[in-house]
């Protein structure tokens, strides 16, 4: 089934579309959206059924929660039975923006967007699209990533297109996402507060408002995966293989290419003079927040060409690239 994309415009989106869109969510449909992070497939977040829809379009396992998306802080206290002072300075600070906070949930969420847990994800997202649509749907909208579990997330709506094409109502085509990668995932059910999933809000940023959090990072072991199932599987993986390098790749490019595969090559930083035959060069910036809003579209193009194996030099291992890394070792399979 061909996919029904509309074109909005990101920064003034149209009303007559956004209406559109909301009474889909209002009806119990799916609608596609861009976010400042990644597209989300969104649903009525208050209604078992259209949220059931999201787990069988994606092929997502019910053990793995949602996150429930609102348009600001007031909508955000009714989802759950527990505001603590700290998701004040926090959602002050961070929201509307790529920041999500885990809370004791309400009743009045569904079970299954929780996966039957305790605990409601919530964030406000700052894309005008997302907003405008929250805005005129007036139900919170449960949005995990637009793509088939375990996949890369979508960055453009053509990627969403591949991928749920048939399976959702209306793709809201607002471009490219500036973030590029999945928002921060921050439980503040516990004390210290603890850093479920890395993202481009970064630790620091997070202590300088309220202190010491806990960062889960790589140490992640079978308590943690209970916290944040979605951490569990192979996750945010290109269909091609993928393999991480430290420093220059260009010997082991070299070599896969004498064996006669074909080889993309994510190049960090410098640009690349001879460009040997057989091997698709994606030239990406050494800045972190330009490299995290170009990583999953080059990993994508790289799967369309259908190649045998992605070469990735890996970025410095300093903070600003915590969720960087995150992400390219799950893609690894790591
Ligand atoms: O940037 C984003 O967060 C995007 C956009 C669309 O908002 N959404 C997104 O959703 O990345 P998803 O479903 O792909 O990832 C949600 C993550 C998963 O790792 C999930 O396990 C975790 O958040 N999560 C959701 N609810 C949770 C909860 N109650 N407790 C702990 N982790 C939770
Ligand atoms: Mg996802």
Known sequence: MKANVVVVNPEHPEMEIIQQAAEIVQTGGLVAFPTETVYGLGANALETEAVAKIFQAKGRPSHNPLIVHVPGVAFAKQLVCEWPKLADRLAEQFWPGSLTLVLTKAKTVPANVTANGPTVAIRVPSHPVALALLRQA?????????????????????????????????????????????????????????????????????????????????????????????????????????????????????????????????????????????????????????????????????????????????????????????????????
Request: contains cysteine; negative net charge.
């Open 138 to 334: 007036t139900v919170p909208i449960a949005a995990p990533s637009a793509n088939k579990s375990n996949r890369l997330s979508p960055t453009c709506a053509d990627h969403v297109a591949l991928d749920l094409g048939g399976e959702v109502d209306l793709i809201l085509d607002g471009g490219p996402c500036p973030g590029g990668l999945e928002s921060t995932v921050l439980d503040v059910t516990t004390y210290p507060p603890r850093l479920l999933r890395p993202g481009l809000v970064t630790p620091s940023q997070i202590e300088n408002l309220v202190g010491p959090i806990e960062v889960v990072g790589e140490r992640i072991d079978e308590t943690d995966t209970l916290r944040s199932p979605g951490m569990l599987d192979k996750h945010y993986a290109p269909r091609t293989p993928l393999e991480l390098v430290e420093g220059d790749a260009k010997e082991r490019v070299k070599e896969l290419n004498s064996r006669g595969l074909e080889v993309g090559w994510l190049r960090f930083g410098k640009k690349i003079q001879d460009r040997p035959s057989g091997v698709v060069i994606e030239q990406m910036s050494a800045e972190p927040k330009a490299y995290a809003a170009t990583l999953y579209a080059a990993l994508h193009r790289c799967d369309a060409e259908g190649l045998s194996i992605i070469v990735l030099e890996l970025p410095p291992r300093s903070e600003d690239w915590l969720a960087v890394h995150d992400r390219l070792r799950r893609a690894a399979g790591k």
